[in-house]
T-cell receptor, first 115, second 114 residues
């Protein structure tokens, strides 16, 4: 069974703090993704990575950075948290390749509140 | 630019009846389509998928239909059950669409009334 875990289910941070969200997958997947989910806006891709130390910007990368030092771990960093980054953050992973490999496996999510 | 669109953000249906969710896409290169289900405070879970070489895929109570010429797909849930109450996301991808990234729609909230 594929397992994607995220370091926290709920997190409360203050404006201006540096925030680290950690994601770990145990299925040796090449690809990892960070999304945020907001009401009425669906799932929006922040960053993704297809290999160690590789990263690609998604649709809304502003205000975020990522780190992938090991294949199984993908970190999302909010350099200086702001209230508009209050959201549900979802990590996902998938294999490389086409067809069924497009399927992404999601973690349980981190509900981040920035006050 | 929304490449995958889900209109009718919410749907209410009686238990036992059919739920039909619609999804339209604009990128003609998309060749694989997926549906995900999401409960509150949980991550999305994969439900069913379809390749562009097919026009129908069925898995138990869930059937996805693909109309390539219309760039339209739909998810049918028959019969609907209270446990199907969730948000459903349509997603699409293609070989050259950036390392297996998925384009997601905004989701449909389904409420099944017992």
């Amino acid at each position: 069974d594929v397992k994607v875990t995220q370091s926290s289910r709920y997190l409360v941070k203050r404006t201006g703090e540096k925030v680290f969200l950690e994601c770990v997958q145990d299925m040796d997947h090449e690809n990892m993704f960070w999304y945020r989910q907001d009401p009425g806006l669906g799932l929006r891709l922040i960053y993704f990575s297809y290999d160690v130390k590789m990263k690609e910007k998604g649709d809304i990368p502003e205000g975020y950075s990522v780190s992938r030092e090991k294949k199984e771990r993908f970190s999302l960093i909010l350099e200086s948290a702001s209230t508009n980054q209050t959201s549900m953050y979802l990590c996902a992973s998938s294999l490389l390749g086409t067809g069924a490999n497009y399927e992404q496996y999601f973690g349980p999510g981190t509900r981040l509140t920035v006050t | 630019d929304q490449q995958v669109k889900q209109n009718s953000p919410s749907l209410s249906v009686q238990e036992g009846r059919i739920s039909i969710l619609n999804c339209d896409y604009t990128n003609s290169m998309f060749d694989y389509f997926l549906w995900y289900k999401k409960y509150p405070a949980e991550g999305p879970t994969f439900l069913i998928s379809i390749s562009s070489i097919k026009d129908k895929n069925e898995d138990g109570r869930f059937t996805v239909f693909l109309n390539k010429s219309a760039k339209h797909l739909s998810l049918h849930i028959v019969p609907s059950q209270p446990g199907d109450s969730a948000v459903y996301f349509c997603a699409a991808s293609a070989k050259d669409y950036g390392n297996n990234r998925l384009a997601f729609g905004k989701g449909n909230q389904v409420v099944v009334i017992p």
